[in-house]
């Protein structure tokens, strides 16, 4: 059974404080990819993974950064927490081969204070 | 040019009628078109796929395609209340989206009542 999680289900940060969101697929997928979903505004794309070590910027790069250092694992990062990065954090991933197919992580739900 | 068009809803209709979800696009670039099913507090899963136009049909499932008017349908038969849930369309230029991943609607919310 194919599975992506998200390290935590809920997260409470400051402004200003540095976050990093964990995500983890078993599927040995090539691709991972991190979006934000916002009531209104829907999924946008922050940040894709093609590869280990690399990456590419989404819609809305701007304040975010990502680490892929092994295949299973995509991080992002917030290098300094901002009330507008309140929102719903969703990881996925896809193959290579199957590209038609990107697993959802559970998401996380992130309150920037 | 990625914007995705499609009524958020909520659309609420009664048990065991056919449902019609739809979204509009302006990217003629689009060729790979999906829908996500997104249950409260989880994430989106795939439901159906489709490349092009044409139609697919998947148990109670039906998606269309109609690539000359960028327009394209969910239908769903016999809807259960299971079937209670927010539905994403998403599309893209290049196969599982690609450098550019996913362009998503921002997803229409289903109620059917028992």
């Known amino acids: 059974d194919v599975k992506v999680t998200q390290s935590s289900r809920y997260l409470v940060k400051r402004t200003g404080e540095k976050v990093f969101l964990e995500c983890v697929q078993d599927m040995d997928h090539e691709n991972m990819f991190w979006y934000r979903q916002d009531p209104g505004l829907g999924l946008r794309l922050i940040y894709f993974?093609?590869?280990?070590?690399?990456?590419e910027k989404g819609d809305i790069p701007e304040g975010y950064s990502v680490s892929r250092e092994k295949k299973e694992r995509f991080s992002l990062i917030l290098e300094s927490a901002s009330t507008n990065q309140t929102s719903m954090y969703l990881c996925a991933s896809s193959s290579r081969i199957h590209q038609e197919t990107q697993y959802f992580g559970p998401g996380t739900r992130l309150l920037v204070l | 040019q990625k914007e995705v068009e499609q009524d958020p809803g909520p659309l609420s209709v009664p048990e065991g009628a056919i449902v019609s979800l739809n979204c509009t696009y302006s990217?003629?670039?689009?060729?790979?078109f999906m829908w996500y099913r997104q249950y409260s507090r989880k994430g989106p899963e795939l439901l159906m796929y489709?490349?092009?136009?044409g139609n697919k049909e998947d148990g109670r499932f039906t998606a269309q395609v109609d690539k000359s008017s960028k327009y394209i349908s969910l239908f769903i038969r016999d809807s259960q209340p299971s079937d209670s849930a927010t539905y994403l369309c998403a599309m893209s230029a290049y196969r599982g989206g690609g450098a550019d991943g996913l362009t998503f609607g921002k997803g229409t919310h289903l109620i059917i009542q028992p």
């Open positions: 990217n003629s670039a689009f060729q790979y």
């Open positions: 993974s093609y590869d280990v070590k690399m990456k």
């Open positions: 489709t490349y092009s136009s």
